[in-house]
């Protein structure tokens, strides 16, 4: 296996599952700061734990507390960001994937003139990076738009709230023309149709059920279209910049090789690569136009749309990969949970303590695919395996099962590199334990560092080094090529 020089190696997180400080320095409320922490639920239960309502929010927003909320307190990476970014640097990250919170800029999302505290802490956290020469890859919006755009407008249902996220991103790269180059704009833009109120703001409680896919199509059209628009701003403000794409990559198999399972498998696929389908060649697949008649699904669309769309392709593709489904017509084929949705279980494959299913070799399937289907650079931004770490009484924290996720997944990925597949750069999912986005759990832990906190708050938030930190820093020095279990 051969990565190649300059190839960026980092990990990944969002600001509304780490930062805390919910409404500090005049950030306004987000739609992650109302998701609910739900004990007696099962995990897997994804439909339940996204559920909101208008009594829901209502509810949230009386409540000052963060113990049921725990996106509102993350990890306090606000306050704690540079003992972070250090040992980030010590593992050797030449990339680190954040997001911006749109809510610590534009509190409600309609204000016309920025908060410039909110601004300030983006300039001290991309000063900080660069001081430790870590790149930042920044994702303009993921999971946490404005409460305030949700319960006023519907979220990105209605056209409006094009005009309010452009202007949030023209602020931002006017801003950070000089820090950052990498830019994504909307985080894993197909999970609109999984968990609408999170992905777009909307509430689902407002929706019939017959229009709720409607609904979502058409308020992810105007993200599609805000998305071009933002990618022809920052190469206008920014010379030389690369932005791209955000798919959650949701590879499915067949589950036999009767002739109906594979044409189910295959509608899966191409509902799940359209969305990146449309970023990258600026316009509606035919297939896809097809499936909306099939539907009854009518894309209000204004006459200057497709001239947009086109205008504002992107330079990358990048990807969250944690598992594949298989499908199957057999209505009682067995089904198990992944990344929010469900799929039929595959019996070859592991699954993690929350059921996902382990599949190393469907990283480098899934690469070969969107990079013979695009034929543009590709950075995979998210991958990892959340688990329930032990620490040892005297500290140290044992995680082999993380260390040979990682192992597996890393050396498929640079097979795929050495049959041809061009990447830029592997952002591990998260390389420090935050809030879980779907369980809103701390206990499903994800980081190659443990922080001293339980599902309601609990702990002194001390960071400690697990064994993988050790392991992945070795890996990262060796630019890939020692991926030994031995640390």
């Not at 999912?429 to 879980?436: E, F, G, R, V």
Request: glycine letters at 6%.
């Amino acid at each position: 296996m051969s990565f190649p020089q300059g190839f960026f190696w980092g990990g990944a997180l969002a600001a509304n599952q780490a930062e805390g400080a919910w409404n500090m320095d005049g950030k306004g409320p987000s739609v992650a700061d109302v998701a609910t922490y739900k004990p007696n639920l099962d995990v897997k239960n994804y439909q339940a734990h996204v559920a909101i309502s208008d009594e829901a929010i209502q509810a949230a927003m009386t409540d000052p507390d963060d113990q049921m909320y725990p996106k509102r307190r993350g990890i306090d990476f606000y306050h704690r960001y540079k003992e972070d970014l250090a040992l980030f640097a010590e593992m050797g990250f030449t990339m680190l994937r954040v997001s911006i919170a749109w809510s610590r800029i534009f509190p409600t999302g309609e204000e016309l003139e920025p908060n410039e505290k909110g601004l300030q802490f983006y300039s001290e956290l991309f000063a900080e990076m660069h001081r430790l020469g870590i790149e930042p890859l920044v994702t303009l919006s993921h999971y946490e738009m404005p409460l305030a755009l949700a319960v006023k407008y519907n979220g990105w249902l209605d056209r409006r709230v094009i005009e309010c996220f452009t202007r949030f991103c023209h602020i931002c790269f006017e801003r950070y023309k000089n820090d950052v180059k990498y830019w994504l704009t909307f985080n894993e833009v197909d999970s609109i149709i999984r968990h609408p109120f999170t992905t777009a703001g909307i509430i689902p409680s407002r929706i019939p059920e017959d229009q709720m896919l409607q609904t979502c199509y058409q308020a992810l059209h105007h993200q599609l279209v805000a998305s071009a628009l933002v990618v022809k701003d920052c190469h206008e403000i920014i010379p030389g910049s690369k932005v791209g794409c955000m798919l959650t990559k949701l590879t499915t198999y067949a589950r036999t090789c009767a002739p109906d399972d594979e044409l189910a498998a295959q509608a899966k696929n191409l509902e799940n690569l359209f969305y990146a389908d449309v970023h990258v060649w600026g316009e509606y697949p035919r297939l896809i136009q097809k499936m909306f008649q099939r539907k009854g699904i009518t894309l209000k669309m204004q006459p200057e749309d497709a001239a947009i769309l086109k205008a504002g392709c992107v330079d990358f593709v990048s990807f969250s990969y944690y598992m594949t489904m298989t499908e199957s017509v057999d209505p009682n084929a067995e089904r198990t949970p992944g990344n929010t949705v469900l799929g039929v279980k595959n019996p070859y494959l592991p699954s993690s303590d929350w059921g996902w299913q382990i599949d190393p070799k469907g990283l480098r399937y899934s690469l070969i695919e969107l990079y013979d289907r695009y034929r543009l650079p590709l950075m995979v931004v998210e991958n990892g395996i959340g688990a329930k770490d032990t620490v040892e009484p005297d500290g140290s924290i044992h995680d082999p099962y993380r260390i040979e996720y990682f192992r597996q997944h890393i050396q498929e990925m640079g097979r795929a590199i050495d049959e041809g597949v061009e990447m830029w750069g592997y952002t591990s999912w998260a390389p420090i334990d935050l809030i879980s986005a779907s369980t809103n759990q701390m206990s499903k832990r994800y980081g190659f560092i443990y922080v001293d906190q339980d599902d309601l708050g609990r702990g002194t938030l001390a960071r400690s080094r697990k064994d993988s930190f050790y392991w992945y820093k070795k890996v990262i020095a060796s630019n890939g090529a020692n991926l030994d279990p031995d640390f």
